[in-house]
């Protein structure tokens, strides 16, 4: 690791990867990437090398200049303050508490109800069947996208993107949380406002290069 300031311990399917991806790329940073596959071999995530790097055993995880940082959100607002040329937050403080609830109610209210290791919980406890887990995970979706459309709605600071003409931190959590939901046959109809905003998003390369199915580690179709 001595060879790259920033690596990135990731997996091309973890939406909480995904977000740091679509931040290091929009501010233009190279860096590397290391595999963790959360599936083979029960989860590579749980290996003692890995835990000693992250002691909760989840991805993503960056080091920079030898120092770990955990938990995609403090990744993302780390990387605004150590490489302020492209922000992801607006300037106004207002508008940075706004953009942090936008990122907030994925990170927090969403995807802890449907991660991997919940949906494992799940499973393991109360042997539902495969649609139950499914169902399970699209009301939380649906709840949190709910009120995220409804926000962006009603706020002025809704440019292009949703917190005006710039993607930003915002749409570095929405992104991946609707290709989660796009994988689970979430019904996205109404929410016309997030389809609008996530296309947008994913015509820049940016986002494009931070997409599961680009990563070194997807498996090839």
Same mark, same amino acid.
Not at 31 to 41: A, C
Not at 150 to 158: F, N, V
């Given at each position: 690791?001595?060879?790259?300031? +920033?690596?990135?311990?990731? =997996?091309?399917?973890?939406?909480?990867? =995904?977000?740091?991806? @679509?931040? &290091? %790329?929009?501010? /233009?940073?190279? *860096?590397?990437? %290391?595999?963790? %596959?959360?599936?083979?071999?029960? /989860?590579?995530?749980?290996?003692?090398?890995?835990?000693?790097?992250?002691?909760?055993? +989840?991805?993503?995880? &960056?080091?920079?200049? /030898?120092?770990?940082?955990?938990?995609?959100?403090?990744?993302?607002?780390?990387?605004?303050?150590?490489?302020?040329? =492209?922000?992801? +937050?607006?300037?106004?403080?207002?508008?940075?508490?706004?953009?942090?609830?936008?990122?907030?109610?994925?990170?927090?209210? @969403?995807?802890?109800?449907?991660? &991997?290791?919940?949906?494992?919980?799940?499973?393991?406890?109360?042997?539902?069947?495969?649609?139950?887990?499914?169902?399970?995970?699209?009301?939380?979706?649906?709840?949190?996208?709910?009120?995220?459309?409804?926000?962006?709605?009603?706020?002025? !600071?809704?440019? #292009? *993107?949703?917190?005006?003409?710039?993607?930003?931190?915002? #749409?570095?959590? &929405?992104?991946?949380?609707? =290709?989660?939901?796009?994988? *689970? /046959?979430?019904? +996205?109809?109404? *929410?016309?406002?997030?389809?609008?905003?996530?296309?947008?998003?994913?015509?820049?390369? !940016?986002? !494009?290069?931070?997409?599961?199915?680009?990563?070194?580690?997807?498996?090839?179709?």
């Amino acid at each position: 690791m001595a060879d790259s300031a +920033l690596v990135l311990f990731d =997996y091309w399917r973890s939406s909480a990867s =995904y977000r740091v991806r @679509i931040a &290091l %790329h929009l501010k /233009g940073l190279a *860096f590397k990437q %290391h595999s963790v %596959h959360l599936v083979r071999d029960g /989860g590579e995530q749980h290996a003692s090398s890995y835990r000693d790097l992250n002691p909760q055993g +989840l991805v993503p995880a &960056l080091v920079h200049n /030898g120092q770990v940082l955990t938990q995609s959100l403090s990744i993302c607002e780390y990387l605004d303050e150590q490489f302020p040329e =492209y922000a992801l +937050l607006p300037p106004d403080p207002l508008s940075r508490a706004r953009a942090r609830a936008l990122a907030q109610t994925v990170a927090c209210d @969403i995807h802890p109800l449907n991660n &991997l290791r919940v949906q494992q919980q799940i499973r393991q406890r109360f042997s539902p069947g495969k649609g139950e887990v499914v169902e399970w995970m699209n009301h939380w979706v649906s709840e949190g996208f709910s009120a995220i459309e409804q926000w962006l709605s009603r706020s002025s !600071a809704m440019g #292009d *993107f949703c917190m005006g003409d710039a993607p930003g931190l915002a #749409d570095c959590f &929405l992104v991946p949380q609707v =290709y989660n939901a796009e994988r *689970f /046959g979430c019904d +996205l109809a109404p *929410f016309p406002r997030i389809i609008e905003v996530t296309g947008r998003c994913r015509g820049i390369p !940016a986002f !494009a290069a931070a997409a599961p199915e680009a990563q070194p580690d997807a498996p090839v179709e």
